[in-house]
């Protein structure tokens, strides 16, 4: 099947988005310019990997559960597998130890490569959703406002965005024609909304409808996810609006790079755990200037972007590697 190009530049963009918010996280978290611009790209960046994973939902309906649990545990799994087993061998050799003091499996099922997991159990959720009811419209809002209103697990509040993305897919054409319209009302909206944004919001953390004593209602925590899904909806039909129109300027070299790039983010998103959220913290760089900050963040990004790209890129030369670790299975 033929790439969409601006899709790739998309993920491409989207997957700098959390190495510049996880730069900021280990060098520029106590600087109050950095905390917004973080506070910003938290605001959507998830939303739109998980809306990006739902322009492709289609394919995933189309085969059925024998083929989504073969082809989707391949390319989300076995990675988490691979690079947790690499993780716990590197602690057994006494070379470095992110862990944590945790057990092998506690290790599996803990927050590293999280997106991963997420995506894997929303996805299920949808193709199990599609099985149970004829109308796409009501497998999609059923499960994903009932578990956003009364679950505190976070792939809660992701599952609206899968769906988010199969729609932009399955109306595409509507998109690509109101392209502008659509990044001027979203950038509006943005920007009423985002200087209300507040980090202490953990998503999970709120739930807005309790049943355990009772039915209880909470309106400050409705409010709340009701906040956050507008701004990430707002968002992601931003991005794909801004993409869509970029994808009419014609190419160049660095839009090539970038299409590239673009087709390795699994492999980039894995590296950037370990490359930038844990090798980045264990050396404690953190300036207190923020003249060098303004370099030494973009710089970082831009670097740590460029070092898993390449790693990807090799373990993608590879067929063992880009199976174990990039979930790619390719025929000899």
């Known amino acids: 099947m033929q790439r969409i190009v601006y899709i790739d530049y998309l993920k491409a963009f989207a997957i700098f988005l959390v190495i510049l918010g996880h730069t900021i996280q280990q060098t520029a978290a106590h600087d109050a310019l950095f905390s917004r611009l973080f506070a ?3 605001s959507f960046h998830m939303p739109l990997f998980m809306a990006i994973s739902g322009y492709f939902l289609q394919r995933v309906l189309d085969k059925g559960m024998r083929s989504f649990l073969i082809h989707r545990s391949r390319q989300l799994l076995l990675p988490v597998l691979s690079f947790a087993t690499v993780v716990f ?3 057994a050799l006494g070379w470095f130890d992110v862990t944590e003091g945790k057990t092998f499996w506690g290790y599996l099922g803990g927050g590293d490569m999280w997106f991963l997991k997420t995506l894997f159990a929303c996805t299920l ?8 009811f004829r109308r796409t419209l009501i497998a999609a809002l059923l499960p994903s406002t009932v578990l956003m209103l009364v679950s505190r697990v976070g792939l809660a509040k992701l599952l609206p965005y899968l769906w988010l993305g199969y729609a932009l ?3 595409h054409h509507h998109l690509e024609r109101h392209a502008r319209t659509i990044a001027i009302v979203c950038g509006v909206v943005l920007a009423i909304a985002l200087p209300h944004w507040q980090l202490e919001y ?3 953390y709120y739930k807005a409808i309790s049943l355990s004593h009772g039915f209880h209602l ?3 925590h409705l409010g709340i996810i009701l906040f956050r899904t507008l701004v990430g909806t707002a968002g992601c039909l931003l991005c794909f609006a801004l993409f869509s129109l970029l994808s009419h300027t014609g190419t160049s070299t660095v839009a090539r790079f970038f299409h590239r790039a673009g087709t390795r983010t699994l ?3 894995c590296l950037q755990i370990y490359l930038l959220e844990d090798l980045l913290h264990y050396l404690h760089f953190m300036p207190q200037n923020r003249m060098v900050l303004l370099v030494a963040v973009p710089v970082i990004a831009v670097a740590e972007w460029l070092l898993c790209d390449g790693i990807a890129l090799l373990m ?3 067929r063992v590697t880009a199976l174990l670790f990039l979930g790619q299975w390719r025929k000899k």
Do not use: K, Q, T, W
Request: proline residues 7%; hydrophobic residues 40%.
């Open 267 to 269: 492999g980039m998103y």
């Open 89 to 91: 061998a590197c602690r």
């Open 202 to 204: 953990d998503f999970p």
């Open 169 to 171: 897919h399955r109306y």
């Open 40 to 42: 910003i790209i938290y």
């Open 316 to 318: 993608e030369r590879n």
């Open 218 to 220: 909470s309106l400050p």
């Open 125 to 132: 959720i949808a193709l199990v959703s599609r099985l149970l």
